[in-house]
T-cell receptor
Framework: EAQVTQNPRYLITVTGKKLTVTCSQN?????MSWYRQDPGLGLRQIYY???????DKGDVPEGYKVSRKEKRNFPLILESPSPNQTSLYFC???????????FGYGYTFGSGTRLTVV | SQELEQSPQSLIVQEGKNLTINCTSS?????LYWYKQKYGEGLIFLMM?????EEKSHEKITAKLDEKKQQSSLHITASQPSHAGIYLC?????????????FGQGTRLTINP
């Protein structure tokens, strides 16, 4: 089954304790992205990756790191989590759109990771 | 940067009634997605619209894209409790060549029996 798998689904941690949220897709997608969802603010992009070893900042990258060493994996790293990073996180993947091909591919989202930093 | 505004922000309708949710973009729409989210859960893909005037339907949900108005609408006919949730519109943004999906704030739909 084609899917994006995030782990863990729920996580409660303490301020300053490094953590990693994993994301894996089995669709050979080039593009992967992380979003956070907060009440009243909607979904905001944290980081994205166009392909292996190619990553870039989204709208709210502060306090986060990512890596893309393999095509299928795109982990989100919080080196020193703070309470303002308490949120619902989503990973998404898609085929990369090229202008000549046009837009024709959807995004597949993971089930989400609910992170609480105390 | 591109922004999407959804209206209404919340909607309460009686079971069996029709309803419409709108999504308006600040820039030209190249691809428009509709997702549904159960509270605190993942996003379920509903439909993708690409061309102006395009209309798609799935069961009792119909979505249209008005490219000139930079707007899309989602219409539910004869609403059911299973339609309750948060509806999100998303658009492909072409800011500076980067691929990005931007979202509206969401519309919270409640269906009263």
């Amino acid at each position: 089954e084609a899917q994006v798998t995030q782990n863990p689904r729920y996580l409660i941690t303490v301020t300053g304790k490094k953590l990693t949220v994993t994301c894996s897709q089995n669709m050979n997608h080039e593009y992967m992205s992380w979003y956070r969802q907060d009440p009243g603010l909607g979904l905001r992009q944290i980081y994205y990756s166009m392909n292996v070893e190619v990553t870039d900042k989204g709208d709210v990258p502060e306090g986060y790191k990512v890596s893309r060493k393999e095509k299928r994996n795109f982990p989100l790293i919080l080196e020193s989590p703070s309470p303002n990073q308490t949120s619902l996180y989503f990973c998404a993947s898609s085929l990369f759109r090229r202008k000549e091909v046009g837009f024709g591919y959807g995004y597949t989202f993971g089930s989400g990771t609910r992170l609480t930093v105390v | 940067s591109q922004e999407l505004e959804q209206s209404p922000q919340s909607l309460i309708v009686q079971e069996g009634k029709n309803l419409t949710i709108n999504c308006t973009s600040s820039k030209t729409l190249y691809g428009l997605y509709w997702y549904k989210q159960k509270y605190g859960e993942g996003l379920i893909f509903l439909m993708m619209l690409q061309k102006g005037g395009e209309e798609k339907s799935h069961e009792k949900i119909t979505a249209k894209l008005d490219e000139k108005k930079q707007q899309s609408s989602l219409h539910i006919t004869a609403s059911q409790p299973s339609h309750a949730g948060i509806y999100l519109c998303g658009a492909d943004s072409r800011d500076q060549g980067a691929q990005k999906l931007v979202f509206g704030q969401g519309t919270r739909l409640t269906i009263n029996p």
